[in-house]
């Protein structure tokens, strides 16, 4: 798409660039354009090639078409407008140990299920790590294997080590969030658990 800068030298707090754009609904492509200016703005990330973000573009576009606000307003809006809902949230976790058991478990299991041999066929098929859709944990580290990059035993335990900082990390974003209700995942009464967190929080 034809894409212009209209203001390089405004930049928000969280880095990104503002970027003028709309879409041709006939052919879907992104363009531009003197007209653009009266439908608000939408912002993707600053990089040198501004098509890298492209999925943020499309993204916030359909947003545009769909509702007619910015992402920038759909984001405030979230942050003022309270919730009709009184939601129950619920959330499964374990003793770390277990749960980096079984997450080194499930890389195994992954393997032996045919991992290897499925990233063998996109490799051929012309994927490579470069590539968004090949940042998957599991993906890109078996395309360092089979790019010589990588032993194999490296790359697998590569593969868990990611997984396991992910789990973390998705932990520590959930626990940011005081509505959610823990349980442990491997209690065997877990069932009860769950319906008796419901029962309590209903009143």
């Excluded at 969280?14 to 200016?37: E, K, Q, Y």
């Excluded at 090639?49 to 920038?72: F, H, P, Q």
């Excluded at 395309?143 to 080590?161: R, W």
């Excluded at 900082?165 to 877990?190: H, I, P, S, V």
Aim: one cysteine or more; hydrophobic letters at 35%.
């Amino acid at each position: 798409g034809n894409i212009v800068l209209r203001d390089r030298q405004h930049l928000s707090q969280d880095g990104l660039i503002i970027v003028v754009l709309t879409m041709d609904s006939n052919s879907g492509t992104v363009v531009s354009g003197p007209d653009v200016i009266s439908r608000g703005f939408v912002y993707v990330r600053e990089s040198e090639n501004l098509m890298d973000d492209v999925k943020r573009v499309v993204r916030a576009l359909e947003l545009y078409e769909t509702t007619g606000l910015t992402l920038s307003e759909q984001n405030e809006n979230s942050k003022t407008e309270p919730s009709p809902y009184e939601p129950i949230m619920l959330a499964l976790n374990t003793e770390r140990e277990v749960l980096y058991e079984r997450i080194n478990l499930r890389v195994d299991i992954m393997l032996t299920s045919g991992l290897l041999d499925e990233i063998k066929t996109l490799k051929q098929m012309g994927f490579t790590k470069d590539m968004q859709s090949m940042q998957g944990i599991g993906y890109k580290e078996i395309l360092s294997y089979l790019d010589g990059e990588l032993g194999l035993d490296e790359a697998i335990e590569l593969v868990k080590k990611n997984s396991r900082n992910y789990a973390k990390r998705q932990l520590t974003w959930f626990k940011r969030d005081e509505r959610y209700k823990w349980l442990d995942c491997m209690a065997d009464d877990l069932t009860y658990q769950a319906e008796k967190t419901v029962e309590e929080a209903i009143g």
